[in-house]
């Protein structure tokens, strides 16, 4: 079982940043990769960045350039430094847990609750 909780969320002004945590708990090896999704409303959860568990990273091409994802083990959390951030960012971000494999299917074991970006013009 692995928990993931989300934080750093928050209003920010267009070019503005905000730097999302997410801290996991429990069988942390497991955890093959870990990925950022969000989810505007009345719209389907997209995948923003994946990282896997050796270091390899994905991004979506409308956030490449701008998002960074990282790892800190020793922590046990992932972070998403969101740089330049536009109103079509705005969202609710989910941070997700493999220990299968799947999650280049999209599948992913484990899903924190989220936390609200918004993006003001």
């Known amino acids: 079982q692995v928990q993931l909780v989300e934080s750093g969320g928050g209003l920010v002004q267009a070019g503005g940043s905000l730097r999302l945590s997410c801290a996991a708990s429990?069988?942390?090896?497991?955890?093959?990769?870990m990925g950022w999704y969000r989810q505007a409303p009345g719209k389907q959860r997209d995948l923003v960045a994946v990282?896997?568990?050796?270091?390899?990273?994905n991004y979506a091409d409308s956030v490449k350039g701008r998002f960074t994802i990282s790892r800190d083990n020793a922590k046990n959390t992932m972070l998403l430094r969101m740089n330049s951030l536009k109103p079509e960012d705005t969202a609710v971000y989910y941070c997700?847990?493999?220990?299968?494999?799947?999650?280049?299917?999209?599948?992913?074991?484990?899903w924190g609750q989220g936390t609200q970006v918004t993006v003001s013009s």
């Open positions: 990282i896997t568990s050796g270091g390899g990273t």
């Open positions: 429990g069988s942390i090896p497991s955890i093959r990769a």
């Open positions: 997700a847990a493999d220990h299968s494999g799947a999650w280049r299917l999209g599948r992913w074991d484990y």
